[in-house]
């Protein structure tokens, strides 16, 4: 009996090593496959003048992505002023406000905002948003940064809440308890001593909602303008990395294509640094 149970986990061990290892290759992969077709791009068109260019002409082989870098950079920045203060505030509700009636549908809710797919979002800004911000500022197009940035930080809120909310109630209930016994309200117990203690929870989330904003596409493609241009401004349109990968790759060729390919090694290594940070953040808060 012995023997067979051994077995079994022996078994399943080298299942899930396989699992690992090919999570692993794939990832490995991916990062090859980049490198190897972007790398030449950018020795050929100049490292400089590929990522600090401001034009984007491939017809007349000028290939500048730094308007599209500031673009994502922008977006995601707004996404991220707009987007973090909701969710922590809707983390805080859920975590010590919310009703228990309410929290069962408000927490499916929430999760089923994760499962909608980004044509959908995009379409709701579309029909929405766009329209909104042009009868606000009374402009000739809707499709701004402002939109797509706004469109974001709509996105992003599961990806955070997700994050925070069980950060929130994983403060010891001590440190509640012992505001309450000082003296506090409730809500300054909640919001000067347990929001404080989750601080490591709260920046997880907003790193991971910066990786899910910098990473969007389809949504942003629909609202954002995608103008090729330096963003010059919240009314203004606005072209992403993403964005440009996806508009242009389908006709692309030649050099214009292994561009596109570069224009996603600068994408990944920001993705790289995103999750950099993100592990840092863990381990950090493990060792608090």
Not at 18 to 31: E, T
Not at 83 to 94: E, Q, R
Request: with cysteine; glycine share 10%.
């Amino acid at each position: 009996m012995k023997a067979k149970s051994s077995f079994k986990e022996s078994a399943m061990r080298i299942v899930f090593l396989v699992a690992a290892c090919v999570s692993v290759l794939a990832v490995a992969l991916i990062c090859i496959f980049l490198f190897a077709n972007g790398i030449p791009a950018m020795k050929e068109i100049g490292f400089l003048d590929f990522l600090i260019g401001d034009t984007w002409r491939p017809s007349n082989d000028l290939y500048g992505i730094l308007p599209f870098i500031l673009g994502s950079i922008y977006v995601t920045a707004g996404a991220i002023i707009v987007g973090v203060p909701i969710a922590i505030l809707t983390s805080v509700f859920m975590a010590y406000y919310c009703p228990k009636k309410l929290y069962g549908p408000l927490k499916a809710g929430i999760n089923l905002m994760a499962g909608v797919p980004s044509v959908v979002y995009g379409f709701f800004g579309l029909v929405v948003l766009v329209p909104l911000v042009q009868d606000v500022f009374h402009l000739a197009s809707g499709k701004t940064m402002l939109t797509a940035s706004l469109m974001l930080a709509i996105m992003i809120l599961p990806t955070v809440v997700g994050v925070i909310e069980p950060a929130l109630k994983s403060v010891p209930r001590s440190y509640y308890e012992g505001a309450l016994a000082l003296g506090a309200s409730h809500s300054k117990s909640v919001f000067f001593t347990v929001v404080p203690a989750a601080k490591s929870g709260i920046m997880a989330g907003t790193v991971l909602g910066i990786g899910r904003a910098i990473g969007e596409t389809m949504a942003v493609i629909m609202i954002a303008g995608n103008q090729t241009a330096m963003p010059s401004g919240l009314l203004a349109g606005v072209r992403t990395m993403t964005s440009n990968i996806v508009l242009e790759m389908g006709y692309a060729s030649g050099l214009h294509r292994e561009s596109l390919i570069a224009t996603g090694v600068v994408l990944f290594v920001f993705i790289l640094i995103i999750n950099l940070c993100l592990s840092l953040l863990n381990r950090r808060a493990a060792h608090e």
